[in-house]
C-alpha cells in the first residue's frame, strides 16, 4: 500500500508491507473453523417480508418517472404520458392493497389511461381498501420539450375518504 502526501515538504512516500506473505493467509482464513448456527439478534422477525404501502407508492411514481423520462425532449407528449401511465399502472396492481380510482384522467373508453373506477392494487384477501387519485405525469408539454418541473402524482386514503367528484369536474392543479 502506498500513501502520498500532497506537501512537498513532507515525506513523500511510505510503503507498508505485509508481514504474512499472502498464501498464508489465505489457508487459514479457509480453515479456520465456522460457526455451525448463527446467533439469534433480538429485534423483529424478517424472515417473512414486511412490506410498507408507502414505500411501494413511491415505487409507482418513481416507475412512471422513469418511463415518461426516455420521451424527454423528444416532443411527442402522448407517447410521454402513454409510457407513465403503463409504467405506473403495472407496478400499482403489484401493490398491496384493493384500490379504486377516484380521480385520475381519462374516461373507461380511453384505454391507456387510469380512468375514475378502475380497479388497481393486488386485491388480495385482506389487503388495504383505499381511495386512490392520480396523474401519471403532470406536465406531458414539459416533458416533450425537454424542460423540468413534471411531476408524477399518486395520493392514497382510506375508502371513503378522498373527496369523489365524479367524472364531469376538472381539478386545477394549484
Same mark, same amino acid.
Not at 12 to 29: E, L
Given at each position: 500500500?502506498?500513501?502520498?502526501?500532497?506537501?512537498?515538504s513532507a515525506v513523500t512516500q511510505k510503503v507498508f508491507r505485509?508481514?504474512?506473505?499472502?498464501?498464508?493467509?489465505?489457508?487459514?482464513?479457509?480453515?479456520?473453523?465456522?460457526?455451525?448456527?448463527?446467533?439469534?439478534?433480538?429485534?423483529?422477525?424478517?424472515?417473512?417480508?414486511?412490506?410498507? +404501502?408507502?414505500?411501494?407508492?413511491?415505487?409507482?411514481?418513481?416507475?412512471?418517472?422513469? &418511463?415518461?423520462?426516455?420521451?424527454?425532449?423528444?416532443?411527442?407528449?402522448?407517447?410521454?404520458?402513454?409510457?407513465?401511465?403503463?409504467?405506473?399502472?403495472?407496478?400499482?396492481?403489484?401493490? &398491496?392493497?384493493?384500490?379504486?380510482?377516484?380521480?385520475?384522467?381519462?374516461?373507461?373508453?380511453? &384505454?391507456?389511461? +387510469?380512468?375514475?373506477?378502475?380497479?388497481?392494487?393486488?386485491?388480495?384477501? @385482506?389487503? +388495504?381498501?383505499?381511495?386512490?387519485?392520480?396523474?401519471?405525469?403532470?406536465?406531458?408539454? +414539459?416533458?416533450?420539450? @425537454?424542460?423540468?418541473?413534471?411531476?408524477?402524482?399518486?395520493?392514497?386514503?382510506?375508502?371513503?375518504?378522498?373527496?369523489?367528484?365524479?367524472?364531469c369536474v376538472y381539478m386545477v392543479c394549484?
Amino acid at each position: 500500500m502506498t500513501i502520498r502526501t500532497t506537501r512537498p515538504s513532507a515525506v513523500t512516500q511510505k510503503v507498508f508491507r505485509n508481514p504474512v506473505p499472502s498464501q498464508h493467509i489465505h489457508h487459514a482464513v479457509r480453515h479456520a473453523s465456522r460457526p455451525t448456527s448463527r446467533p439469534t439478534a433480538p429485534g423483529p422477525d424478517y424472515t417473512k417480508l414486511q412490506r410498507n +404501502l408507502a414505500l411501494e407508492l413511491v415505487r409507482v411514481t418513481e416507475a412512471a418517472a422513469l &418511463a415518461a423520462g426516455r420521451w424527454f425532449g423528444k416532443g411527442d407528449k402522448e407517447a410521454a404520458d402513454d409510457a407513465a401511465v403503463q409504467a405506473m399502472r403495472k407496478v400499482l396492481n403489484c401493490c &398491496a392493497m384493493d384500490g379504486v380510482v377516484i380521480i385520475g384522467e381519462g374516461e373507461k373508453d380511453e &384505454a391507456p389511461m +387510469l380512468y375514475i373506477g378502475e380497479r388497481v392494487g393486488d386485491c388480495s384477501k @385482506g389487503a +388495504l381498501a383505499v381511495d386512490v387519485a392520480v396523474d401519471p405525469l403532470d406536465g406531458t408539454t +414539459l416533458v416533450s420539450q @425537454g424542460r423540468n418541473g413534471a411531476i408524477c402524482v399518486i395520493a392514497v386514503a382510506e375508502k371513503g375518504a378522498l373527496f369523489d367528484p365524479g367524472a364531469c369536474v376538472y381539478m386545477v392543479c394549484i
